[in-house]
């Protein structure tokens, strides 16, 4: 009788651990449709949806299971080949030859929403990431969550217009459309943190690099930026709203929807805004000429410092694990 007791309390448990889950809220601020991305980690549980399009101003949740782990991004100019029917992007393509993405990750240069769901210690890891390019300006805001370093992250801006030359990824009509990650555009060791320079003590920022991190101080910039870059809310206390080219205004009411409407005050500590008015430094730091590159985008936001202080200025991790969701 005890045996079955214990069984049946077991079964119950599991069931309401299965249950647990976290809703990701997709929202589309862009004046264009964009087509989400999502891939689940190996051996991480798959979600209902692997792709779909978001018209502007659109809104979706996606319900992530216990334990999940994976990327989100966005993918743009999209569209079915007229002749075979293939479905294919400009940015982000996953490959699939359709709207789902299947298991197929995003081609860089892409800005990527990165998740670890009840990882190390109870929390929740998450955090905007560069190291693979950037094709749109991504921002993660937890609504509601626990914890010293559960805050807004990711990066405000559109990059595509300002990125450098060497970087640049260029449409049909000649306009930029994604910016590449130093890795991606030359394919030295030294800016892809391989081989010699696979530790943290060998890899060092680069100018390529800088240019992503002066801009979006909170985004990862390179495969070793974990200090300024990784955030974590307690799990289970959370959602999370991702907002495709977000605004100033959008992610204010974001921000105080989370933590309620008379605590738009960032927590005391070190914080960072989520942008910069401007990016420029010289060298490389590898050696090469040195360069400038200034910051100038007339589709991006009007900076507002102020502003992004008192909505998302909040701690940043001091010390984390290693990028844990480089795939």
């Known amino acids: 009788m005890a045996t079955h007791l214990l069984l049946s309390v077991s079964l119950l448990l599991s069931s309401l651990s299965g249950a647990v889950s976290t809703t990701f809220t997709l929202t589309n601020s862009c004046g264009y449709t964009v ?7 190996a051996g991480s549980p ?5 792709g779909f399009a978001l018209a502007p101003g659109e809104s979706r949740s996606v319900d992530a299971p216990a334990a999940w782990s994976g990327r989100i991004w966005g993918r743009t100019l999209c569209a079915a080949d007229p002749g075979s029917g293939r479905f ?10 359709a709207v789902e993405c299947a298991g197929g990750g995003a081609a860089p240069p892409t800005t990527l929403a990165e998740f670890t769901l009840d990882g190390a210690g109870g929390n929740d890891f998450y955090d905007v990431s560069l190291v693979d390019g950037s094709n749109l300006p991504v921002v993660v805001v937890p609504q509601g969550g626990a914890g010293a370093t559960c805050g807004a992250t990711g990066c405000l801006v559109d990059l595509n217009g300002p990125c450098p030359a060497d970087l640049k990824v260029v449409g049909a009509g000649g306009a930029g459309i994604a910016c590449k990650s130093a890795c991606e555009a030359y394919g030295r060791p030294q800016d892809c943190c391989s081989g010699d320079y696979g530790t943290p003590a060998t890899c060092q920022p680069s100018a390529s690099s800088q240019f992503f991190k002066n801009a979006c101080p909170r985004a990862y910039s390179y495969a070793y ?3 300024t870059s990784t955030f974590t809310c307690t799990s289970g206390t959370a959602s999370y709203l991702i ?4 605004s100033i205004s959008s992610l204010k009411s974001s921000v105080s929807s989370s933590n309620g409407a008379s605590s738009m005050n960032p927590p005391s500590g070190p914080g960072l805004p989520l942008i910069n008015d401007t990016v420029s430094f010289a060298g490389r730091g590898d050696g090469g000429s040195s360069s400038s590159y200034p910051y100038a985008s007339a589709s991006a936001p009007a900076p507002c410092p102020l502003a992004l202080a008192a909505a998302a200025a909040l701690t940043w991790l001091v010390s984390a694990p290693r990028h844990r969701l480089r795939l």
């Open 46 to 50: 798959p979600l209902s949806t692997t």
């Open 35 to 41: 087509w989400p991305g999502l891939l689940s980690s």
């Open 243 to 246: 907002t495709f080219c977000p």
């Open 225 to 227: 930026d974990d200090a």
């Open 88 to 97: 294919a992007c400009a940015t982000g393509e996953c490959g699939s030859g």
